[in-house]
């Protein structure tokens, strides 16, 4: 079956630690997306890309980092000079073209203790 | 800028009447506009679109959305609520300078039983 798949699904981490989420997805899209979800906030773009080895901060990018070395990767950093790290992370990507809908990975809720 | 509004946090309904989730959007020329949905901890789902053509767009689990170009509005409608139909409702709208997907806050829906 196609679709976009994050990992891991909790995750647990150190205060000062940097951590990595995984997005893969097998549906041959150009454009992938990581967004931010808090409570009361929507959702936040972080990072997209839209071709291998290209990608654009969004509106929160200070603290993540991001790499596109493949089509259908687009993992993300959360470094340990993200100030308030703990959120549920949104994965997603679509094909080039305005009138394409977004497929969503499940999210990854990080929690830094 | 492109943005977009969804001016209630969360929207009560009783199972059986008719649903209203309201949007609004700011764009510079022809919107592209989605309704998508939330379950708890999970990734988001989409439910339709408007693109052009008619101002009245079916999607799926038999929502529908009015896009209003003078009001400069896309309300998701249902004639009849289940229970089932509780979640967390967001609208969007894809950025035609950058192609980004720009989001609302997010509605809850409560439906009553």
């Known amino acids: 079956d196609g679709g976009i798949t994050q990992s891991p699904k909790y995750l647990f981490r150190k205060e000062g630690q940097n951590v990595t989420l995984s997005c893969e997805q097998n549906?041959?899209?150009?454009?992938m997306y990581w967004y931010r979800q808090d409570p009361g906030q929507g959702l936040r773009l972080i990072y997209y890309s839209q071709i291998v080895n290209d990608f654009q901060k969004g509106d929160i990018a200070e603290g993540y980092s991001v790499s596109r070395e493949k089509k259908e990767s687009f993992p993300l950093t959360v470094t340990s000079a993200q100030k308030n790290p703990t959120a549920f992370y949104l994965c997603?990507?679509?094909?080039?073209?305005?009138?394409?809908?977004?497929?969503f990975g499940q999210g990854t809720r990080l929690t830094v203790v | 800028a492109q943005s977009v509004a969804q001016p209630e946090d969360q929207v009560n309904v009783a199972e059986g009447n008719p649903l209203t989730v309201k949007c609004t959007y700011s764009v510079s020329g022809n919107p592209y506009l989605f309704w998508y949905v939330q379950y708890p901890n999970r990734g988001l789902q989409f439910l339709l679109k408007?693109?052009?053509?008619?101002?009245l767009v079916k999607g799926s689990y038999g929502f529908e959305a009015e896009f209003n170009k003078s009001q400069t509005s896309f309300h998701l409608k249902k004639p009849s609520a289940l229970v089932s139909d509780s979640a967390l409702y967001f609208c969007a709208v894809r950025d035609r300078r950058d192609d980004k997907i720009i989001f609302g806050k997010g509605t809850r829906l409560h439906i009553l039983p």
């Open positions: 408007y693109i052009t053509g008619d101002n």
């Open positions: 997603a990507s679509n094909t080039e073209g305005l009138s394409t809908e977004a497929f």
């Open positions: 549906l041959n899209h150009d454009a």
